[in-house]
């Protein structure tokens, strides 16, 4: 079955630390880029992080310096590593697919992640 599954959110306290995963299956894992987005509540949907077929990364600037992507080739699954969490990066986490380029075309169930003050 082709399909990205996000897991690893939760309740964490400011400053503190999640790693997000997103496990793929289905297809060829090293051909498409895997990017992260998050939605909070009355926000509009915003990519936070990706890392293409080449092992090159995207972040945007706010969670610079604390997040982190990485692919995780042997399991066909995606990192997110989120260090010094802060409230405003409570969101439903999203992973998904892009190739080459296109839209981003499969997306997984999501993950609530909420950072208290």
């Known amino acids: 079955e082709v399909q990205l599954q996000a897991s690893g959110g939760g309740l964490v306290q400011a400053g503190g630390s999640l790693r997000l995963s997103c496990a793929t299956s289905?297809?060829?894992?090293?051909?498409?880029?895997i990017g992260w987005y998050r939605q909070a509540p009355g926000k509009e949907r915003e990519r936070v992080s990706c890392?293409?077929?080449?092992?090159?990364?995207y972040s945007m600037d706010s969670v610079k310096g604390r997040f982190t992507i990485s692919r995780g080739v042997a399991e066909n699954t995606v990192y997110l590593h989120m260090n010094a969490l802060k409230p405003e990066d409570t969101a439903v986490y999203y992973c998904?697919?892009?190739?080459?380029?296109?839209?981003?075309?499969?997306w997984g169930q999501g993950t609530q992640v909420t950072v208290s003050s």
């Open positions: 998904a697919r892009q190739f080459r380029g296109k839209s981003y075309d499969l």
């Open positions: 289905g297809f060829p894992f090293d051909d498409y880029a």
């Open positions: 890392v293409n077929s080449d092992g090159t990364t």
